[in-house]
């Protein structure tokens, strides 16, 4: 009886708190940790605020329109502060990109800003089409450190908080401008290769609802000529992610849908001179760490007899793929050391994935890997591809490297390596393509001895050092500074991770868990460039005309041309002792470079 009451007491207690305390439906969020909704999509974040406010209230009123530097950042809230200039005068080559930074700004709002280009022209009348010219919206992108930052680290960002960053570009019409802000455009001219040389001038028209506003182009293009991009000496290395761009997208990977975007998306890659295929032989090798997972495009498959098979569906479509894109020099397979030495097979008997852990130096891994590369060359032979083949190692301890790279070699001597890394001279002579990571690098002479045996050489950075580095936050120079220090160097190109390995939000948002915004990708979903991405074709542009006119300053008897070859390499030579990385300092040694490389261009060709 005793024991009734206890319960119905305790029943009626329970129904009061509940009566107190609602229960939550099924479903239902708590409002604290409901996002805040918006009344619409916003292509960018605008939460910033100027440092400097009053600096608005002495900005004349109405529209604003300049020509900058493209080697710095501005700030999308506050005065951008440069000596305003519309008058833009640069120096190409026949099949050269010249790219310019346009600025809009006014302390009021602004309604349907527009650009309306124009045909240059030269005095013998002909024409600079406006169809070689293109503008782009710069978006702003939020990052985990503040501009020119140098206290980055490999880890978790230090900041709380977010920093907007001028990046990404994207196709438009027109624009609305609120009050006190700026906004970027970025401005291309695609010199074509059969123009006559000469000076081409026009303008370009800017208008609002109530304003209009005039800038002058004057473009001198030189009688020389840049090779295609296919056919850049240059090897730019940038590792890709197939199957992100079917998971932003939300198709099914390698559908017809997926290969469109894919083509889309790497012609990019293909017109900045990339000329390295990223393949996977493993699931998930990189610690698991991205936001969509790198997975095997071999398919590793166990029989119920014990014996293996692999399925090369999706290598092959890629690689396919890549090469009618126009990226068909070298082919990257990843890679014998993956981490933890996890390898995912299928169970041919129960359908399942299963994970076999094969220390590098044990039996089972050299027994397997044996059978996989004996399968793996009788492909590659069969496509076509062997010679161009490389197997990838990167970041992986001396140890672990050399252990497998004997497993490699004992199968075939024919085996081309690849690995990124820190500089080691035991794996100088077993390397075929060695990527050192800035700052462990071996000397002149070494590079020198690797080129005299055919091996190929580069660098890479990723998010060590803070700098130089092409994250979101780095001031743009540094992006084609990086190529002036290939060049300088003795380097065949640069090396990074990644290309486009996405966050979740990376429009918007590119901030990484670990990582600083803008490590892990250069360009943008939609195939949309960034300002990071055209700084490094910049560099790499630089780089092609440097190794060109040094053959033809070689040959000259021209003593002016001798004398300008030295200054070119001079200064070259001064790049490789660079530590401060002042943006200023970056700066004026990339104008003294290239001003030494357009008077030898005029000098070769007078």
Not at 160 to 177: A, I, V
Not at 572 to 586: C, M, N, P, R, Y
């Amino acid at each position: 009886m005793q024991m009734r009451k206890l319960v119905t007491m305790l029943c009626l207690s329970n129904a009061c708190f509940l009566c107190a305390f609602p229960q939550l439906q099924k479903g239902e969020i708590d409002i604290a940790n409901l996002p805040v909704a918006k009344d619409h999509y916003l292509s960018e974040y605008n939460f910033d605020h100027p440092v400097d406010s009053m600096r608005w209230l002495t900005e004349p009123a109405g529209l604003h329109v300049s020509f900058a530097s493209s080697d710095q950042h501005y700030f999308r809230t506050e005065v951008p502060g440069v000596k305003e200039n519309t008058d833009w005068q640069e120096t190409g080559w026949k099949g050269e990109r010249l790219n310019a930074m346009i600025l809009v700004w006014s302390p009021d709002s602004l309604s349907q800003v527009r650009f309306t280009l124009h045909n240059l022209f030269n005095s013998k009348g002909a024409i600079l089409s406006k169809s070689k010219i293109q503008i782009k919206l710069v978006r702003y992108v939020l990052s985990n450190y503040p501009y020119n930052a140098t206290n980055v680290t490999c880890d978790v960002s230090p900041n709380k908080n977010g920093y907007l960053m001028p990046d990404r570009l994207e196709d438009f019409e027109r624009f609305d401008l609120p009050g006190r802000t700026i906004r970027p455009v970025w401005l291309s001219i695609n010199l074509p290769q059969g123009i006559e040389a000469g000076v081409y001038q026009g303008t370009i028209d800017v208008n609002t609802e109530k304003s209009h506003f005039v800038l002058k182009v004057h473009i001198k293009i030189q009688n020389q000529s840049l090779p295609k991009p296919h056919e850049w000496q240059y090897r730019l290395d940038l590792w890709q992610n197939p199957w992100i761009i079917a998971w932003y997208n939300h198709v099914e990977p390698w559908s017809v849908e997926h290969k469109v975007l894919l083509k889309k998306h790497l012609k990019l890659y293909a017109d900045a001179g990339g000329k390295y295929i990223t393949t996977y032989a493993v699931h998930s090798p990189w610690w698991d760490n991205s936001y969509s997972i790198e997975e095997t495009m071999i398919e590793w498959v166990k029989q119920q007899n014990g014996s293996w098979k692999f399925d090369y569906n999706i290598f092959d479509q890629y690689v396919q793929l890549a090469m009618e894109t126009g990226i068909d020099k070298a082919i990257t397979i990843y890679t014998p050391v993956p981490w933890g030495n996890r390898f995912r097979y299928k169970d041919e008997k129960t359908g399942n994935y299963l994970y076999g852990v094969w220390p590098l130096g044990s039996t089972e891994f050299k027994n397997v890997w044996n059978v996989f590369l004996t399968d793996l060359r009788m492909h590659l032979q069969k496509k076509g591809w062997l010679e161009k083949t490389y197997l990838g190692i990167n970041e992986t301890t001396l140890e672990e490297t050399m252990a497998a790279i004997k497993v490699i070699k004992e199968h075939s001597q024919k085996w081309k390596i690849t690995y990124a890394g820190n500089w080691h001279h035991e794996l100088d002579g077993l390397l075929n393509d060695y990527s050192f990571l800035y700052g462990y690098e071996p000397t002149a002479d070494t590079l020198k001895a690797r080129e005299a045996r055919g091996a190929t050489s580069t660098f890479y950075v990723c998010c060590n050092p803070p700098k130089p580095n092409d994250f979101l936050f780095s001031p743009p120079a540094e992006g084609r500074w990086l190529s002036w220090y290939s060049a300088a160097r003795g380097y065949n190109g640069f090396l990074r991770w990644a290309y486009d390995a996405w966050p979740a939000d990376p429009s918007r948002d590119a901030r990484h868990t670990l990582w600083p915004a803008g490590d892990c990708f250069l360009v943008y979903p939609s195939g949309n460039s960034s300002l990071r991405f055209e700084k490094l074709k910049e560099g790499i542009e630089d780089y092609e005309k440097i190794m060109i006119l040094r053959q033809m300053a070689i040959k000259s008897t021209n003593e002016k041309v001798k004398e300008l070859l030295a200054e070119l390499n001079t200064h070259l030579h001064s790049l490789i002792s660079e530590h401060d990385f002042d943006t200023e300092k970056i700066m004026t040694e990339l104008d003294k470079g290239r001003t030494i490389i357009n008077r030898l261009s005029d000098e070769i060709n007078r």
